[in-house]
C-alpha cells in the first residue's frame, strides 16, 4: 500500500525536469516556455495523473480481490474438517440406507406372505363355519329323532299303544325338531 501513497504525490504536479531558462528572474519554471508547449506539457502531466490514478484503483481493486480471496480460503479452511469428518461418515450413512432398505423389502415380503395366509386361513374359517353350522343342523335333527324315541320308549313301559311315526324332515333345523308329546 506504500506504493499507492508514493503514487498519489505525482497528482497535479509540474514535471521538475523542465529547462529554467529566465524562470530565475520571475520564479516561475515554467515561464520560458512557450503556450503551445505548456498546453503539451499540462495534456503529459494529466495523462500521467489520470495513468498513475489507474494505477491506483487497480491496485486498490487487486488489494480487494486479495482480501475476498484470502477469505474464501480461510473459510474453505475452516469447512475442510467438517468435510472430512462428513465424507468419512457417508459409508456408514450408505451402509444404513442399504440396511432400512433390505429392512423394508423383507418386512414387504413377510407383509404379502401373511396376507396370503390370511386369505387361506378365511377361506378355511369359512368352510368350518359351514361344517360348523351343518354339524348344528344334523345335531337338532339327531335331537329330534332322539326325543321322538325317548318319547316311544316311555310309551312301551307304560304300556300305551305305539303308534309309527313318520321321521322328522330334514329340510331345517327349526322343523325337524319334534317337541315331546306331539
Known sequence: MNFLKSMSQYDRRAPEYLPTDGAAATGDPLASIDTAS????????????????????????????????????DSVDAQH????????????????????IANYYDQGKTNEALGARIERMEGSIA?????????????????????????????????????AAAPPPAETAASARVTPGS
Open 81 to 100: 474438517p467438517h468435510l472430512i469428518k462428513a465424507a468419512a461418515e457417508l459409508p456408514g450413512i450408505k451402509e444404513r440406507v442399504n440396511w432400512l
Open 38 to 73: 505548456r498546453l503539451i506539457l499540462k495534456e503529459m502531466s494529466l495523462a500521467a495523473t489520470n495513468f498513475s490514478n489507474s494505477i491506483r484503483q487497480f491496485f486498490e481493486l487487486q488489494q480487494r480481490f486479495a482480501d475476498h480471496f484470502s477469505g474464501i480460503a
Open 127 to 163: 368352510s368350518l363355519a359351514e361344517a360348523i353350522r351343518s354339524m348344528s343342523e344334523m345335531q337338532t335333527v339327531w335331537k329330534g329323532t332322539m326325543d321322538q324315541f325317548l318319547e316311544v320308549m316311555l310309551r312301551i313301559r307304560a304300556g300305551a299303544p305305539v303308534e
